[in-house]
């Protein structure tokens, strides 16, 4: 499966990004599909995953300003992130499986500055 990220940029602190990623494939509802970030010098973390339409997770540090949410017909998964924060600012990588057999995009930058 291949997957390709979109949706990043420059955004002032405050605003608001939807980041997108559709698979190459169909991949199981069952199966998490979501985001993972990494700021520069640090490592790559959780941000969100779905599967199934329902019990998304979040991590604690956007849980209160993310959405994500899935289309299985466009083979999609997409991140609604809010009130962002210069904390923010990492390349966010989508994800398809899980741990031990997973699927990842090449990224998009967010950038968050005034």
């Known amino acids: 499966v291949q997957l390709q990220a979109s949706g990043g940029g420059l955004v002032q602190p405050g605003g608001s990004l939807r980041l997108s990623c559709v698979a190459s494939e169909s991949v199981h509802s069952s199966i998490h599909m979501g985001w993972f970030r990494q700021a520069p010098g640090k490592e790559r973390e959780f941000v969100a995953s779905?599967?199934?339409?329902?019990?998304?997770r979040y991590a604690a540090s956007v849980e209160d300003r993310a959405t994500i949410s899935r289309d299985n017909a466009k083979k999609s998964v997409y991140l609604q992130l809010n009130r962002l924060q210069p904390e923010d600012t990492a390349i966010y990588y989508c994800f398809a499986g899980g741990p031990d057999n997973r699927y990842w995009g090449r990224g998009t930058q967010v950038t968050v500055s005034s």
């Open positions: 779905l599967r199934s339409g329902r019990d998304p």
